[in-house]
């Protein structure tokens, strides 16, 4: 095992510690990376977000905690599949590959080249959606606790019918018919989720870079250094 500072029973996921990914990554053993890694998602991220976001009444008003998860979801999964992790653009190590500093461009590229996400924030019939979202959802959401603008977080258990698109029930992205309000369904957008972590959790197991970028990401999180 590898001589780091951190302490090897801290847990990184519910069911592994630092010490099994330095065993793993010792050993290349690509399988408990895999595993790792969708441990600490599903327990993390995925299950909170499913217990704010199901579909009850009760959880109307949830949706700026689900979106807040959702958008730090997003930029730690861009940092994976590029394989560079965020460093403070002033840090004397934040010019290597292997980092940015530029959260934005990292967050709207994600959303504007990958699917399934792509179809609605670059291929969509207003322009510049992915940053518009990036300035008036996840920044505002982050420092003022609020949407920007005309922005509002809805569920398929809402009844916008009435008002919207009828692609609202549908789409991440809908609108009402003056384009006065923007809709950000959060039922809609939990499901593509889901869908591209399990996409992207298969991909590692079967495309060497993917996996290398992945490693790249999670060796800086948890101060892997390898012994040979």
């Known amino acids: 095992m590898s001589s780091n500072k951190i302490n090897a029973n801290i847990s990184i996921s519910k069911q592994f510690t630092i010490k099994q990914y330095y065993e793993a990554r010792d050993t290349n ?14 327990t993390r991220y ?6 704010l976001n199901c579909d009850s009444k009760d959880n109307i008003g949830y949706g700026f905690s689900i979106m807040v998860l959702i958008c730090s979801l997003i930029e730690f999964l861009a940092s994976c599949r590029n394989g560079q992790y ?8 934040s010019n290597s590959k292997d980092n ?6 990292t967050f709207k590229n994600f959303l504007s080249t990958v699917r399934p996400f792509k179809s609605e924030f670059l291929s969509n019939k207003y322009e510049n959606i992915a940053d518009e979202f990036y300035s008036e959802v996840r920044c505002p959401l982050f420092h003022s606790a609020s949407t920007g603008k005309d922005w509002v977080i809805i569920a398929n258990i809402d009844d916008y019918e009435t008002k919207h698109d009828e692609e609202w029930k549908t789409k991440i992205i809908s609108y009402d018919k003056n384009r006065l309000v923007t809709n950000i ?7 593509k989720l889901v869908y ?4 992207y ?3 590692i197991s079967t495309d060497p870079i993917a996996y290398k970028k992945l490693t790249i990401v999670l060796d800086h999180l948890f101060d892997y250094k390898a012994t040979k």
């Open 86 to 93: 965020y460093m403070y653009k002033n840090n004397e190590s």
């Open 201 to 203: 959790i298969n991909s």
């Open 196 to 199: 591209y972590k399990n996409t």
């Open 185 to 191: 369904n959060r039922t809609i957008f939990v499901e």
């Open 46 to 51: 995925f299950k909170p977000i499913s217990n």
């Open 29 to 42: 053993n690509q399988e408990i990376i895999t595993k790792i890694l969708n441990d600490r998602l599903e």
């Open 100 to 105: 940015y500093s530029n959260s934005s461009k």
